[in-house]
């Protein structure tokens, strides 16, 4: 079991950075491979990046790409999101999961996860 709690939203003015963290719960961190999705009013959950469980690699949307960063430490069993160069379009509750995996995986599909933290809210004003 994995409980996984974030932090760090707020509301920021476009151009501005934030930092998300999630921070997990249990002693089997560096097996699951984490991602992070959001959810904007009347939109479907998405994806926005994934990292697998080393951090070694990562991947992103292709609307976050070049502004986002996902990394992890598997020592304080913390993944973050960096978010720079932030758009009105941005805004969303934004949501980290977990699953355990057995490989250097990447998972894109919010179905595959099983776990989810309560989501912080992102508000980026224009």
């Known amino acids: 079991q994995v409980q996984l709690v974030e932090s760090g939203g707020g509301l920021v003015q476009a151009g501005g950075s934030l930092r998300l963290s999630c921070a997990a719960s249990?002693?089997?961190?560096?097996?699951?491979?984490m991602g992070w999705f959001r959810q904007a009013p009347g939109k479907e959950r998405e994806f926005v990046a994934g990292i697998t469980r080393s951090g070694r690699n990562t991947y992103y949307s292709s609307s976050v790409k070049g502004r986002f960063t996902i990394s992890r430490d598997n020592a304080k069993n913390t993944v973050s999101l960096q978010m720079n160069s932030l758009k009105p379009e941005d805004t969303a509750v934004y949501y980290c999961?977990?699953?355990?995996?057995?490989?250097?995986?990447?998972?894109?599909?919010?179905?595959?996860?099983?776990?989810w933290g309560q989501g912080t809210q992102v508000t980026v004003s224009s």
């Open positions: 249990g002693r089997t961190f560096s097996t699951y491979t």
């Open positions: 999961a977990a699953k355990w995996v057995a490989g250097p995986t990447i998972l894109i599909n919010q179905y595959e996860y099983d776990y």
